[in-house]
């Protein structure tokens, strides 16, 4: 006895969980709103064309396009990349080559991809200004 498989007849429950990701609440970001997606922050100061490295306590990758430099004492940097960067907002790492203690614009970053275990430079991408923002601080609801 053969079974035979269609796997026409499996497409419309295969693609159910794409489309669920279709309709998410989340807004995406886009080339309009490059900034989608990421927690709402407030601009104080003017955009920066270099950040200390040595100083980066954290960096936050939000999407294909956004990544937030958490500094020591507290500072944020967000950088808005020139470009969408594919495998960014997945794989959410980089990493750079530099001879000198800081991150410029337009240095070019790398995604760090994990293949297999094995960590393996992905796509390049070019960095924005660094912009000093501040998180905005959600009220808490009152009892």
């Not at 601009?43 to 040595?54: A, D, H, L």
């Not at 936050?60 to 495998?87: H, T, W």
Request: hydrophobic content about 35%; proline content about 8%; overall charge positive.
């Amino acid at each position: 006895m053969t079974i035979r498989l269609d796997f026409r007849s499996l497409l419309p429950v295969l693609a159910l969980p794409l489309l669920a990701a279709c309709t998410s609440d989340r807004e995406r970001p886009s080339d309009a709103n490059p900034t989608a997606g990421a927690p709402p922050a407030i601009v104080k100061g003017e955009p920066q064309s270099c950040i200390n490295r040595s100083q980066v306590r954290n960096t936050v990758v939000r999407s294909d396009r956004v990544i937030d430099f958490e500094m020591q004492g507290g500072k944020v940097y967000r950088n808005i990349l020139n470009a969408n960067c594919p495998g960014l907002g997945m794989d959410r790492a980089i990493t750079y080559n530099t001879s000198i203690d800081q991150l410029c614009s337009p240095q070019i970053i790398y995604v760090l991809q994990n293949i297999g275990g094995q960590p393996r430079q992905g796509a390049g991408c070019s960095l924005g200004k660094f912009v000093p923002v501040e998180y905005e601080r959600k009220a808490k609801a009152e009892s």
